[in-house]
């Protein structure tokens, strides 16, 4: 579910530009925040585990912050539902949850087993 207007969302302020971004769970939103933080503090996200890349206002940066405001840019990103089940269904259905994740091989028998 996306943030809306009435929900706080990232905003990045330089003084003369801002910068909020709005996004949804599992839609690549990893890969943006990951993306952010590099941007904004001029070095990689470094952290395995918790605080979460996606907790942005644990950064301890000073010009980014939670807000109910748009910045001047305003990104939006979501992900269409239709890929989000495909690939859902490839990663958690098709392939082996204990399998590799480079060989990921087929467990239907394995979900008949199990489900059937």
Same mark, same amino acid.
């Given at each position: 579910?996306? #943030?809306?207007?009435?929900?706080?969302?990232?905003?990045?302020? +330089?003084?003369?530009?801002?910068? +909020?971004?709005?996004?949804? #769970?599992?839609? =690549?939103?990893?890969?943006?925040?990951?993306?952010?933080?590099?941007?904004?503090?001029?070095?990689?996200?470094?952290?395995?585990?918790?605080?979460?890349?996606?907790?942005?206002?644990?950064?301890?940066?000073?010009?980014? +912050?939670?807000?109910?405001?748009?910045?001047?840019?305003?990104?939006?990103?979501?992900?269409?539902?239709?890929?989000?089940?495909?690939?859902?269904?490839?990663?958690?259905?098709?392939?082996? #949850?204990? #399998?590799?994740?480079? +060989?990921?091989?087929?467990?239907?028998?394995?979900?008949?087993?199990?489900? =059937?």
């Amino acid at each position: 579910q996306m #943030a809306t207007r009435g929900e706080r969302m990232f905003l990045y302020d +330089s003084g003369v530009n801002s910068l +909020s971004v709005c996004t949804c #769970a599992k839609c =690549g939103s990893t890969s943006l925040y990951l993306m952010l933080y590099q941007m904004v503090t001029g070095r990689p996200w470094m952290h395995t585990g918790k605080p979460w890349v996606q907790e942005y206002w644990r950064w301890n940066v000073s010009n980014v +912050s939670r807000s109910r405001e748009y910045g001047r840019l305003h990104l939006i990103m979501t992900r269409d539902p239709e890929t989000r089940y495909v690939s859902a269904f490839h990663s958690k259905v098709k392939c082996c #949850a204990n #399998a590799s994740t480079t +060989s990921r091989a087929p467990c239907y028998q394995d979900a008949l087993n199990h489900f =059937g």
